[in-house]
Nanobody, 123 residues
Framework: QVLVVESGGGLVQAGGSLRLSCTASGLTFTNTAMAWFRQAPGKEREAVACISWTGTSAYYADSTKARFTISRDATKNGVFLQMNSLKPDDTAMYYC????????????????WGQGTQVTVSS
């Protein structure tokens, strides 16, 4: 059984930084891509970034490309999202997801999801 758990969300002022962490336990296959999505109230779930098994990263949300960085730990079961220069528009529930293939920007492509961690940016 795969369990995905996120942490690191919270309340931060505009211009501040947060680092989200995610651990996926129970993964028994290689070539796993891990991604971050976010969903604000009343909006669709949006892909933020993804990192492949080999460490290749992809950034999907134009508004975050220059401010967010995705990385993966040495075990490859952990992924991080460093978020800098946060803006009120970044306020959302952030979800970590995993799939047994390469990166995809579609939330429908991911098999495993965490419960989410809330990020709130005050102005």
């Amino acid at each position: 059984q795969v369990l995905v758990v996120e942490s690191g969300g919270g309340l931060v002022q505009a211009g501040g930084s947060l680092r989200l962490s995610c651990t996926a336990s129970g993964l028994t296959f290689t070539n796993t891509a891990m991604a971050w999505f976010r969903q604000a109230p009343g909006k669709e779930r949006e892909a933020v970034a993804c990192i492949s098994w080999t460490g290749t990263s992809a950034y999907y949300a134009d508004s975050t490309k220059a401010r967010f960085t995705i990385s993966r730990d040495a075990t490859k079961n952990g992924v991080f999202l460093q978020m800098n220069s946060l803006k009120p528009d970044d306020t959302a529930m952030y979800y970590c997801a995993a799939r047994s293939a390469g990166c995809s920007s579609s939330h429908l492509a991911y098999n495993y999801w965490g419960q989410g961690t809330q990020v709130t940016v005050s102005s």
